[in-house]
């Protein structure tokens, strides 16, 4: 029985090891993907990126985080963790709809001020 | 004077054609999220390419056999099928992910999807090739990529710190994400040792009838043109590694990567970046759309030359209009030219050995190179970074792809 109790153990452990390197990346993804947001909605307040172009790089952090979600049921997380992680996607790419969608709008100031500021930096 | 023009010219087309979608994004990726650390795969893949340029170069000029044509002869047709039929495949990719390169760079510039964008500028590139001659293809476009060298003034505008960037060039180990370290090792060293560079140089040096006369030059132009051009891709990583990394940024989409000259250099650097990207692409994909016709004319005894009139090459002018289309409507399908660019360029890497193992045995043949054979310092440079890029694709391959 030791082998088998042994390799059991082993396997949880391993597990355990790729869910957290797992988790950490998908963190990563998600920050990497809302300091983009911020980081076009600022260029573009600043006048170094066209609208057009600014509006298509929203769409694509939308794009990207829409591809992202339909990941998340496929990953071995508990279920708390697995709705933490598609709410903050979510959340994420509402923002960047919701920024992109206003550089239709005439009324647009600054898309940033739609922004949660998330480094202490750009808006 | 006529000599310091043409090696000026050969070094500037050198430069300018250096660039292309797989080494935009491969030095994109690595400079946002490993900063400067992985700037000595560059500095390796512009080490080996030099050798192989020039030796490719010093083959046309000795044999008058291109590689393609030598590589036949010495092994056979029945070795040519099996080397033709995997290295045409990867470079059929690679074609692809240019012509991609080139449709990103319209989409961002005017808002309408890549996929509309690669039926005409593939329709563009055949009509060059058509229509122009090997030395409008080969210049004309290298010349107009010189836009790239935006890249290092922007890495002068970002105050990169230049010292600290330097130890980028001495092989580390990562501290992180180690997997995805090696596999845009392998990718970057794809990127640089691209055989269709090296191919098409022969090629190339065979239509302009090079002789022995032009050894020197060659050799000049093959250091300094390469050694410039990886500067480029240098560059590229280090503007990333300035703009993105310190944000925690990963580059993931083709849409981030305007940022690149948009945050330094503002609207113009937009601009600059979108007008790289698609002329560097289009020089990427009219190369590699004329090496594919090359390979297949050469390798089966076909009528060939760029400035030979459609007419009297009418396979060759065939064989590279089905790969522009075949390439084409693998866009068209609608895969990411991005990913499709970072895969390319791994599986490139993978099939390195059989790309330039026989290459290396005529290099080393006395009867193609008499007293011009290779010397050991060549031989060894190019066995190792070729082995290291080979055994580090064929373990990060599976691992990416499983997403490891």
């Known amino acids: ?123 | 004077v006529k000599k310091i023009f043409e090696i000026a010219l050969g070094i500037v087309t050198s430069v300018g054609g250096f660039l292309e979608i797989g080494s935009i994004v491969t030095a994109a990726q690595a400079g946002a999220l490993f900063r400067f650390q992985l700037l000595w795969p560059i500095a390796l893949g512009g080490l080996c390419v030099i050798f192989l340029v020039e030796m490719s170069g010093r083959l046309a000029a000795v044999s008058r056999h291109t590689i393609i044509d030598a590589m036949r002869e010495r092994f056979g047709f029945r070795f040519f099928v099996l080397f033709a039929v995997a290295t045409m495949l990867v470079m059929l990719l690679v074609l692809a992910a240019e012509i991609g390169g080139m449709a990103v760079a319209l989409e961002l510039a005017t808002g309408l999807g890549f996929r509309w964008w690669a039926i005409p500028t593939a329709l563009m590139v055949w009509l060059l090739i058509w229509g122009g001659t090997f030395g409008m293809i080969e210049k004309g476009t290298s010349l107009l990529g010189l836009v790239t060298l935006s890249f290092i003034v922007a890495v002068f505008k970002l105050g990169a710190p230049l010292g600290t960037a330097a130890a980028g060039l001495i092989p580390t180990l990562p501290t992180h994400d180690t997997s995805r370290y090696w596999f845009i090792v392998v990718s970057i060293l794809g990127a640089s040792i691209t055989p269709y560079l090296f191919y098409f140089y022969s090629s190339g040096a065979v239509e302009d009838k090079w002789t022995t006369d032009d050894l020197p030059i060659n050799r000049i132009v093959a250091t300094l043109g390469m050694s410039f051009g990886s500067t480029i891709s240098m560059a590229v990583l280090i503007a990333a590694a300035m703009i993105f990394q310190p944000q925690g940024i990963s580059v993931d989409h083709y849409a981030q990567l305007p940022l690149l000259l948009a945050v330094p250099l503002g609207k113009i650097g937009f601009s600059l970046f979108l007008f790289s990207l698609g002329i560097s692409c289009m020089g990427a994909t009219l190369e590699a759309a004329l090496e594919l016709a090359y390979m297949l004319a050469q390798g089966f005894g076909w009528n060939w030359g760029e400035d030979e009139r459609p007419r009297r090459a009418t396979r060759f002018a065939t064989a590279y209009t089905v790969t522009l289309l075949i390439a084409m409507l693998i866009i068209v399908a609608g895969i990411n030219p991005l990913r499709l660019a970072i895969l390319s360029m791994a599986l490139t890497a993978a099939t390195l050995p059989l790309a330039i193992g026989p290459f290396l045995v005529v290099m080393n043949d006395e009867q193609y190179l008499g007293r011009h054979r290779n010397g050991p310092i060549g031989n060894t440079v190019v066995i190792a970074v070729i082995a290291l890029a080979f055994v580090l694709a064929v373990v990060t391959i599976p691992l990416e792809i499983l997403g490891g």
Do not use: H, K, N
């Open chain 1, 1 to 123: 029985m030791t082998p088998v109790f042994l390799t059991a153990s082993l396997l949880t452990l391993a597990c355990a090891a790729d869910r957290t390197q797992q988790l950490r990346a998908d963190r990563m993804t998600l920050g990497s993907w809302e300091r983009t947001t911020t980081m076009i909605v600022r260029e573009l307040d600043r006048g170094a990126i066209p609208r057009r172009y600014a509006a298509r790089a929203l769409d694509a952090v939308d794009e990207e985080l829409t591809g992202f979600i339909r990941e998340i049921p496929s990953r071995s997380y508990d279920a708390g963790t697995r709705r933490e992680i598609i709410v903050e996607a979510a959340r994420i790419a509402r923002e960047a709809r919701r920024a992109a969608a206003s550089l239709d709008s005439p009324a647009r100031t600054s898309a940033g001020d739609m922004l949660p500021s998330t480094s202490g930096e750009g808006t």
